[in-house]
């Protein structure tokens, strides 16, 4: 158990809705990441915040929005989804060690279907 | 951030130690190598990482060669549990976060 949680595990829906993922990170970390998994593209980064602010995007959807709530929980928007959005989706942290590096710890994943 | 190279797949006797290759010819000296595996679609789980020195935690061993162009992840006893996809992945220093480059990575099989 990395300590990083997400909800829901699986979810299903139809094209052209929205859906929210929640994640909350590991105690006292202050970095969040998402990342996508599909079939065809592997592991591919989305953005990232670190303490409420964006600090990196990856090939993020202008459909896709994400945002770091002051206690720290993420959570990410997907809307008008289509049927190549069906994927798994991963939440990551990490806290800024004294070494000058960050190891980040992902969660046990979203499932989205869509249909 | 340097690129890694490593086997598409490889296989391990239960009670064997496995041992990963990874090649990062181009990494500088302040990327640190990361080890990462992903067990059929769960969250990708940390394992290990280095610098230059040779690294060892309750998962596994990292060896980095002297010329950091290349390193081995060594699982000392495999088991069936650590059927997995293994990801070699080189990170800089002093970077406050900043993306996972996630490659195909090593599959690798524990057979009985």
């Known amino acids: 158990d990395s300590g990083v949680t997400q909800t829901p595990k699986h979810l299903i829906t139809a094209t052209g809705q929205r859906v929210t993922l929640r994640c909350s990170p590991r105690s006292g970390d202050l970095s969040v990441y998402w990342y996508q998994q599909s079939l065809d593209q592997g592991l591919q980064f989305l953005i990232q915040?670190?303490?409420?602010?964006?600090?990196a995007k990856g090939n993020i959807l202008e459909r896709f929005s994400a945002q770091q709530f002051p206690d720290l929980h993420s959570e990410l928007n997907l809307s008008s989804l289509e049927l190549g959005d069906s994927a798994l989706y991963f939440c990551?942290?990490?806290?800024?060690?004294?070494?000058?590096?960050?190891?980040?710890?992902f969660g046990p994943g979203t499932r989205l279907t869509v249909l | 951030d340097a690129k890694t190279t490593q086997p598409t797949s490889m296989d391990c006797a239960e009670g064997r130690a496995a041992n990963l290759p990874c090649n990062h010819s181009t990494i500088s000296g302040n990327e640190y190598v990361y080890w990462y595996r992903q067990i059929h679609s769960q969250g990708p789980q940390y394992i290990i990482h280095?610098?230059?020195n040779n690294e060892t935690n309750e998962m596994a061993s990292l060896i980095i060669t002297e010329d950091r162009k290349s390193s081995t992840l060594i699982l000392p006893h495999a088991t069936l549990r650590d059927t997995a996809v293994y990801y070699c992945i080189v990170r800089v220093r002093g970077r406050i976060g900043g993306k996972l480059i996630f490659g195909q990575g090593t599959e690798l099989s524990v057979k009985p």
């Open positions: 990551a942290s990490s806290v800024y060690s004294r070494e000058g590096v960050d190891t980040q710890y």
């Open positions: 915040y670190y303490n409420g602010e964006e600090r």
């Open positions: 280095g610098l230059k």
